[in-house]
């Protein structure tokens, strides 16, 4: 089939003016906050030298996710998703400020940075879910699983693109400027929206009876999430993937300064590598309009990132890391596509905004906990072992997963 045909879908979903708006502040958004991801741990390590307080400032931004994403995400199933994504991104903006203009006034102390980027952090789950469930509104619903493919492409390219900008800024003029460029992506992000003309109202529709309170709500979520044949077992392999394998990228900075003893240069080859790597692998997805076959996409990425992942700490040498991180980001790319575009199409449209609470849960809040451990052993042992051990773990979970796979795909590709 002609590249041309294969990409038309795309261009049918892009050629709604609203989702066309969300999808270019989106995109520009997300690359900025892994941006000012990567900048902080780059700052840290700068500041401290410690693959700890890396992992510390990791933490201190994507583990509020674990206690206030299951709020955010009953909270989105009952108030107007639009206003609601407006608000949380305006707060945004004003943290990443408060955080650029303390870098180059030279105030930003490794506690005041702990303190705004748990503050984003906080934010940033009640916004994810409520970024996630918009885009339903933006489109007709025959589009809407090609507009979720984008939107899961956008979101899984951006956390590699974004590294491998911050990268550069980092090289050329400092963390400062890294900080500056994503309160820039904010900016952008509220001028897309104030164009928004949503298909569908982005309100919740009228009920006839009562709500049950938030908590009941919240525990529906869960319950719905955990007893779906498909759902609730990919979402564990979301957990697996999150905790014991993508902490290698919060940890990259650590890695350039201790392992590959490359400073800002060797972050910059690192994340631009993982950059290419994703948007590659973002190309062949764009190709794709069915589900059929990525639930198994899933799978085989995700062990190939617990491979090269083990690779990556097996050795030293710059170059050879640049390539294993070339080729895992094109795999982590298939993985978290693989798997958001498959809860997305498969979860009912009243427990939307609670599931994809807890896929922020998961999707920040593992990679927080996990660099918070490994960065805190490495202090003993090193990068390599707690890495190395964590990947490992993972390639366990996913021979014991084998079995469930032939149910869980029936499930969410309707087979």
Same mark, same amino acid.
């Given at each position: 089939?002609?590249?041309?045909?294969r990409l038309r879908p795309l261009a049918r979903a892009l050629?709604?003016?609203?989702?066309?708006?969300?999808?270019?502040g989106n995109g520009v958004s997300v690359v900025g906050t892994?941006?000012?991801?990567?900048?902080?741990?780059?700052?840290?390590?700068?500041?401290?030298?410690?693959?700890?307080?890396?992992?510390?400032?990791?933490?201190?931004?994507?583990?509020?996710?674990?206690?206030?994403?299951?709020?955010?995400?009953?909270?989105?199933?009952?108030r107007d998703r639009l206003a609601m994504v407006k608000a949380?991104?305006?707060?945004?903006?004003?943290?990443?400020?408060?955080?650029?203009?303390?870098?180059?006034?030279?105030?930003?102390?490794?506690?005041?940075?702990?303190?705004?980027?748990?503050?984003?952090?906080?934010?940033?789950?009640?916004?994810?879910?409520?970024?996630?469930?918009?885009?339903?509104?933006?489109?007709?619903?025959?589009?809407?699983?090609?507009?979720?493919?984008?939107?899961?492409?956008?979101?899984?390219?951006?956390?590699?693109?974004?590294?491998?900008?911050?990268?550069?800024?980092?090289?050329?003029?400092?963390?400062?400027?890294?900080?500056?460029?994503?309160?820039?992506?904010?900016?952008?992000?509220?001028?897309?929206?104030?164009?928004?003309?949503?298909?569908?109202?982005?309100?919740?529709?009228?009920?006839?009876?009562?709500?049950?309170?938030?908590?009941?709500?919240?525990?529906?979520?869960?319950?719905?999430?955990?007893?779906?044949?498909?759902?609730?077992?990919?979402?564990?392999?979301?957990?697996?993937? $999150?905790? =014991? +394998?993508?902490?290698?990228?919060?940890?990259?900075? /650590?890695? #350039?300064?201790? &392992?590959?003893?490359?400073? !800002? @240069?060797?972050?910059?080859?690192?994340?631009?590598?993982?950059?290419?790597?994703?948007?590659?692998?973002?190309?062949?997805?764009?190709?794709?309009?069915?589900? $059929?076959? =990525? +639930?198994?996409?899933?799978?085989?990425?995700?062990? /190939?990132? #617990?491979?090269? &992942?083990?690779?990556?700490? !097996? @050795?030293?040498?710059?170059?050879?890391?640049?390539?294993?991180?070339?080729?895992?980001?094109?795999?982590?790319?298939?993985?978290?596509?693989?798997?958001?575009?498959?809860?997305?199409?498969?979860?009912?449209?009243?427990?939307?905004?609670?599931?994809?609470?807890?896929?922020?849960?998961?999707?920040?809040?593992?990679?927080?906990?996990?660099?918070?451990?490994?960065?805190?052993?490495?202090?003993?042992?090193?990068?390599?072992?707690?890495?190395?051990?964590?990947?490992?773990?993972?390639?366990?979970?996913?021979?014991?997963?084998?079995?469930?796979?032939?149910?869980?795909?029936?499930?969410?590709?309707?087979?």
């Amino acid at each position: 089939m002609p590249l041309f045909d294969r990409l038309r879908p795309l261009a049918r979903a892009l050629s709604h003016p609203s989702y066309r708006h969300y999808a270019i502040g989106n995109g520009v958004s997300v690359v900025g906050t892994w941006i000012q991801r990567i900048a902080a741990g780059w700052y840290t390590w700068e500041v401290t030298h410690s693959a700890a307080w890396v992992g510390v400032i990791a933490f201190m931004e994507l583990a509020p996710s674990t206690v206030f994403g299951p709020i955010g995400g009953a909270l989105v199933d009952r108030r107007d998703r639009l206003a609601m994504v407006k608000a949380t991104q305006g707060l945004s903006m004003v943290t990443s400020g408060l955080m650029t203009v303390a870098a180059f006034t030279g105030t930003l102390t490794i506690w005041l940075l702990a303190g705004l980027i748990f503050i984003h952090g906080v934010i940033q789950a009640f916004a994810q879910p409520a970024r996630l469930s918009l885009i339903s509104h933006l489109v007709p619903k025959q589009d809407l699983p090609v507009a979720v493919a984008i939107n899961s492409i956008t979101f899984n390219t951006a956390r590699f693109i974004g590294p491998t900008i911050a990268g550069f800024i980092i090289v050329a003029g400092g963390s400062p400027w890294a900080f500056l460029a994503n309160a820039a992506t904010y900016a952008v992000l509220q001028a897309m929206l104030a164009m928004i003309r949503p298909v569908t109202s982005t309100a919740p529709p009228v009920r006839d009876t009562p709500r049950s309170s938030l908590l009941v709500e919240m525990m529906e979520g869960w319950r719905y999430a955990a007893s779906h044949p498909g759902i609730g077992p990919m979402l564990g392999l979301m957990i697996v993937a $999150s905790i =014991l +394998t993508r902490p290698v990228v919060e940890l990259l900075p /650590a890695f #350039a300064g201790q &392992v590959f003893d490359g400073g !800002a @240069t060797g972050l910059a080859r690192l994340a631009a590598a993982m950059g290419i790597g994703a948007i590659l692998g973002g190309v062949f997805l764009a190709q794709r309009e069915r589900l $059929s076959g =990525l +639930t198994w996409l899933n799978y085989w990425s995700g062990i /190939a990132v #617990a491979l090269l &992942v083990i690779l990556f700490t !097996a @050795t030293d040498d710059l170059y050879l890391g640049i390539a294993i991180m070339g080729i895992g980001g094109g795999a982590m790319v298939f993985n978290g596509t693989a798997g958001q575009t498959l809860v997305q199409a498969a979860v009912a449209a009243p427990m939307r905004g609670r599931v994809l609470g807890l896929y922020g849960i998961i999707f920040r809040g593992g990679p927080a906990l996990g660099a918070l451990v490994m960065g805190f052993l490495s202090e003993w042992w090193g990068l390599h072992w707690p890495v190395a051990g964590g990947a490992v773990l993972a390639l366990l979970y996913y021979a014991w997963f084998w079995r469930r796979l032939p149910a869980m795909t029936r499930s969410l590709e309707g087979g």
